[in-house]
C-alpha cells in the first residue's frame, strides 16, 4: 500500500478509479484496508450504480491517505 503524499497522486488516484468497473470496485471496497471500519454490506454495494461506487471508494482512499494496489489484471482494466 503506497501512502498519498502529492497532489499529483490525487490526480493518479481520481484517474484509476474513474477507470474501475463495478466488480473491480466492489473487490476493492471489501478488500481496502482503509485506516477507519467500512461497515456497506454488499447487498447495500451491489444496489448502487458505479458512479456512486467510484465516488464511494475514491473518498475511502482520500481520507485514508493511500492509494490502491491492483493486481496486473486490475491494473490494465482500469487504465
Do not use: W, Y
Not at 476493492?28 to 464511494?56: C, G, I, K, Y
Amino acid at each position: 500500500m503506497n501512502t498519498m503524499s502529492q497532489s499529483d497522486q490525487v490526480e493518479q488516484l481520481i484517474k484509476l478509479v474513474s477507470g474501475m468497473d463495478k466488480p473491480t470496485l466492489l473487490r476493492q471496497l471489501q478488500l481496502f484496508p482503509a485506516s477507519f471500519p467500512l461497515d456497506f454490506t454488499p447487498e447495500f454495494l451491489d444496489r448502487q450504480p458505479v458512479d456512486r461506487l467510484r465516488h464511494l471508494f475514491l473518498a475511502v482512499c482520500l481520507q485514508s491517505k493511500r492509494l490502491p494496489e491492483l493486481p496486473a489484471d486490475e491494473s490494465v482494466a482500469a487504465a
